[in-house]
């Protein structure tokens, strides 16, 4: 287990060493010369040049590459054009409520989506089958902004049992907490509650179909301890995986519900950072959310050894 | 005497078998293709209809989409405007129906482009090894950035155009194709008639485009139905956050992105585009959900 751990760990290294090279090239060919707006509209070609020598940008991709890179793993992502604020800063303070959606959406897909998914698979071929299945398509083919304003109109305006947008901090109750991120989770949630529902029902009747399902029968044991024990143990390395990989269309996804609620997340950063060019913020908030992505898929993998301890790579 | 002579007495004969059996159901041949795939006749009967309404938009009693009259604005859906008018009175019912143009070049240019590129990629990397190890690396990477954030980031570094939005959600979509197409052709390069080409000394590239190629365009043709739905979402997301097509260019998502101010007192704006782009992609996505049924069934197994 610890052996496999530490070779994983060491296989995202080359990962996120592509990613991290990827992104420093978006910024390495950013249009707009740092030197020339520093140096402003009286300076001389020479002035610029010395200030670009001084600022280092004369030097090889490679070694502003390296160097850039020496900073990231300091947690130093640059200095926003905009604020003049160092990036990181700026991505920490807006680090919980992003976090606090995601953590909340994932909760809830997943207490949704499983179950959804269990039963389709038990009910195969009945109306509960069918139906969950539309709404597999459904959740695929609405976005997350639109799920996002029709929840907003029906909940939070004609209704008012939600808060229309806005975010309240955790360390001023839980309640408030709770009652702002309902609907952005629940309208983030709803590709991921599709795309999950979708995996665990496919799994769920592969699996449903093997001996050792029969012989539980056979047994006497309880359906719901056969479909929830027995079958959904056995289903659920394909399920985290799909979990892992939607994470990239809940990142995605979060971008926008932040700005469909007015939270003040990363992702509103980024869209911020996007109407003002501010390219080092864009590229900082890609890198973390890429870096997010990988850890995640990671995590999935080290978890595939706790759901099936065959799995000894 | 023989005894095989007439039938006896009081025997009837057999009645005609046509008489028996119900008729059979006449079909045509659209008719027989629409009953053994449903999804697929009602997923590419309504694209069919979205790309009509996109091509004859100046005909569907539209006024031009970006007519500016400021002493109309926001005017609630009526008899004169069907779907109202925004803040600055131009025609949404118009915009909306001149918008379906930008959501499906977008979701077709993202879907042949990013189709043929990984096709490439994927053929050439699953092919030769060489090439394999780096590529392959190169696409894991850029795979690690969430797609839509790999687009938002080159929509920031360029002009906003359609055909930027189109070339930065094809890059952002390439890798998934080629790791697929490359998936695909390691399991038939192990295909005994392939080792039967390569032992008749078949030069590789004729493998590649007579013995490989055939066999990877259905799971390909599924995967860029399913890029075309997603790609539609992507413009729009892009549109939407401002990062995508010109707010000039009537899209989508650029109708909801000017909607959004105004969402809470004048929500038709935004659900008007909405809804097409809902039941657009909703097409897609049957469409593509039934050639995957007809074209790849190990695939419509798994999932």
Same mark, same amino acid.
């Given at each position: 287990?610890? %052996? +496999? /751990?530490?070779?994983?760990?060491?296989?995202?290294? !080359? #990962?996120? &060493?592509?990613?991290? *090279?990827?992104?420093?090239?978006?910024?390495?060919?950013?249009?707009?010369?740092?030197?020339?707006?520093?140096?402003?509209?009286?300076?001389?070609?020479?002035?610029?040049?010395?200030?670009?020598?001084?600022?280092?940008?004369?030097?090889?991709?490679?070694?502003?590459?390296?160097?850039?890179?020496?900073?990231?793993?300091?947690?130093?992502?640059?200095?926003?054009?905009?604020?003049?604020?160092?990036?990181?800063?700026?991505?920490?303070?807006?680090?919980?409520?992003?976090?606090?959606?995601?953590?909340?959406?994932?909760?809830?897909?997943?207490?949704?989506?499983?179950?959804?998914?269990?039963?389709?698979?038990?009910?195969?071929?009945?109306?509960?089958?069918?139906?969950?299945?539309?709404?597999?398509?459904?959740?695929?083919?609405?976005?997350?902004?639109?799920?996002?304003?029709?929840? %907003? +109109? /029906?909940?939070?305006?004609?209704?008012?049992?939600? !808060? #229309?947008? &806005?975010?309240?901090? *955790?360390?001023?109750?839980?309640?408030?907490?709770?009652?702002?991120?309902?609907?952005?989770?629940?309208?983030?949630?709803?590709?991921?509650?599709?795309?999950?529902?979708?995996?665990?029902?496919?799994?769920?009747?592969?699996?449903?179909?093997?001996?050792?399902?029969?012989?539980?029968?056979?047994?006497?044991?309880?359906?719901?301890?056969?479909?929830?024990?027995?079958?959904?143990?056995?289903?659920?390395?394909?399920?985290?995986?799909?979990?892992?990989?939607?994470?990239?269309?809940?990142?995605?996804?979060?971008?926008?519900?932040?700005?469909?609620?007015?939270?003040?997340?990363?992702?509103?950063?980024?869209?911020?950072?996007?109407?003002?060019?501010?390219?080092?913020?864009?590229?900082?908030?890609?890198?973390?959310?890429?870096?997010?992505?990988?850890?995640?898929?990671?995590?999935?993998?080290?978890?595939?050894?706790?759901?099936?301890?065959?799995?000894?790579? | 005497?023989?005894?095989?002579?007439?039938?006896?007495?009081?025997?009837?004969?057999?009645?005609?078998?046509?008489?028996?059996?119900?008729?059979?159901?006449?079909?045509?041949?659209?008719?027989?293709?629409?009953?053994?795939?449903?999804?697929?006749?009602?997923?590419?009967?309504?694209?069919?209809?979205?790309?009509?309404?996109?091509?004859?938009?100046?005909?569907?009693?539209?006024?031009?989409?970006?007519?500016?009259?400021?002493?109309?604005?926001?005017?609630?859906?009526?008899?004169?405007?069907?779907?109202?008018?925004?803040?600055?009175?131009?025609?949404?019912?118009?915009?909306?129906?001149?918008?379906?143009?930008?959501?499906?070049?977008?979701?077709?240019?993202?879907?042949?482009?990013?189709?043929?590129?990984?096709?490439?990629?994927?053929?050439?990397?699953?092919?030769?090894?060489?090439?394999?190890?780096?590529?392959?690396?190169?696409?894991?990477?850029?795979?690690?950035?969430?797609?839509?954030?790999?687009?938002?980031?080159?929509?920031?570094?360029?002009?906003?155009?359609?055909?930027?939005?189109?070339?930065?959600?094809?890059?952002?979509?390439?890798?998934?194709?080629?790791?697929?197409?490359?998936?695909?052709?390691?399991?038939?390069?192990?295909?005994?008639?392939?080792?039967?080409?390569?032992?008749?000394?078949?030069?590789?590239?004729?493998?590649?485009?007579?013995?490989?190629?055939?066999?990877?365009?259905?799971?390909?043709?599924?995967?860029?139905?399913?890029?075309?739905?997603?790609?539609?979402?992507?413009?729009?997301?892009?549109?939407?956050?401002?990062?995508?097509?010109?707010?000039?260019?009537?899209?989508?998502?650029?109708?909801?992105?000017?909607?959004?101010?105004?969402?809470?007192?004048?929500?038709?704006?935004?659900?008007?585009?909405?809804?097409?782009?809902?039941?657009?992609?909703?097409?897609?996505?049957?469409?593509?959900?039934?050639?995957?049924?007809?074209?790849?069934?190990?695939?419509?197994?798994?999932?």
């Amino acid at each position: 287990m610890f %052996a +496999y /751990t530490v070779r994983r760990v060491i296989a995202t290294i !080359p #990962v996120m &060493g592509i990613v991290a *090279l990827f992104v420093f090239s978006l910024l390495y060919i950013a249009p707009g010369d740092p030197a020339a707006i520093i140096a402003g509209d009286q300076a001389t070609p020479e002035d610029v040049e010395r200030i670009r020598a001084s600022l280092g940008l004369d030097r090889p991709f490679i070694v502003r590459f390296l160097e850039w890179l020496f900073r990231v793993l300091q947690g130093d992502l640059g200095v926003s054009i905009f604020t003049n604020l160092p990036v990181s800063h700026m991505i920490k303070q807006r680090l919980e409520p992003t976090f606090s959606l995601m953590l909340l959406t994932l909760t809830f897909a997943l207490s949704c989506a499983i179950p959804m998914g269990v039963v389709a698979a038990w009910k195969h071929g009945t109306w509960i089958d069918r139906f969950v299945m539309l709404f597999a398509v459904l959740g695929f083919s609405v976005p997350v902004f639109v799920v996002g304003y029709v929840l %907003a +109109y /029906t909940f939070a305006l004609q209704l008012d049992w939600f !808060p #229309v947008q &806005g975010y309240t901090p *955790l360390s001023n109750g839980i309640g408030g907490w709770v009652s702002n991120l309902t609907l952005p989770a629940v309208a983030l949630g709803s590709a991921f509650i599709a795309l999950i529902a979708r995996i665990t029902r496919a799994t769920m009747l592969e699996v449903l179909n093997q001996d050792y399902v029969r012989t539980a029968k056979a047994k006497g044991v309880g359906q719901r301890a056969i479909l929830f024990v027995h079958a959904l143990k056995n289903a659920a390395v394909p399920i985290i995986t799909i979990v892992g990989i939607g994470f990239a269309g809940l990142i995605g996804g979060a971008v926008v519900t932040e700005s469909v609620f007015a939270i003040p997340g990363v992702g509103r950063l980024v869209v911020d950072a996007i109407l003002r060019r501010d390219y080092p913020v864009i590229q900082g908030v890609v890198l973390m959310f890429s870096f997010t992505y990988v850890i995640v898929n990671l995590i999935v993998d080290l978890l595939y050894t706790v759901f099936d301890p065959r799995i000894r790579y | 005497m023989s005894t095989t002579t007439l039938p006896p007495d009081g025997f009837t004969p057999a009645p005609k078998l046509a008489d028996v059996l119900p008729p059979r159901k006449e079909r045509s041949k659209l008719g027989m293709f629409a009953y053994r795939h449903p999804t697929i006749a009602v997923g590419g009967f309504m694209v069919s209809l979205f790309v009509l309404m996109a091509i004859f938009a100046p005909l569907l009693w539209t006024v031009d989409p970006t007519a500016l009259a400021p002493a109309r604005r926001t005017r609630p859906p009526s008899e004169l405007y069907w779907f109202g008018t925004d803040m600055l009175g131009r025609d949404v019912y118009s915009r909306v129906i001149y918008g379906a143009r930008i959501s499906l070049i977008v979701g077709f240019g993202v879907a042949i482009c990013a189709a043929s590129i990984g096709l490439f990629i994927g053929l050439i990397s699953g092919f030769i090894r060489a090439v394999d190890a780096v590529v392959m690396r190169i696409m894991d990477g850029m795979m690690s950035i969430p797609s839509i954030l790999l687009a938002i980031a080159m929509m920031a570094l360029t002009r906003a155009s359609v055909e930027n939005v189109i070339i930065a959600i094809t890059i952002a979509d390439v890798p998934r194709v080629s790791r697929l197409v490359r998936g695909v052709v390691l399991t038939l390069r192990e295909q005994p008639y392939v080792e039967a080409a390569i032992a008749a000394g078949t030069r590789t590239p004729m493998i590649i485009i007579k013995h490989i190629l055939p066999n990877t365009l259905a799971p390909v043709i599924v995967q860029a139905t399913f890029l075309c739905a997603s790609a539609m979402i992507a413009e729009a997301t892009l549109s939407f956050i401002g990062a995508g097509t010109p707010p000039i260019i009537p899209s989508w998502g650029n109708i909801m992105a000017e909607g959004r101010a105004l969402w809470q007192v004048k929500p038709y704006i935004v659900f008007f585009p909405a809804v097409f782009l809902s039941i657009t992609v909703l097409s897609v996505n049957l469409l593509g959900d039934g050639l995957r049924d007809a074209l790849d069934p190990r695939m419509a197994k798994r999932i």
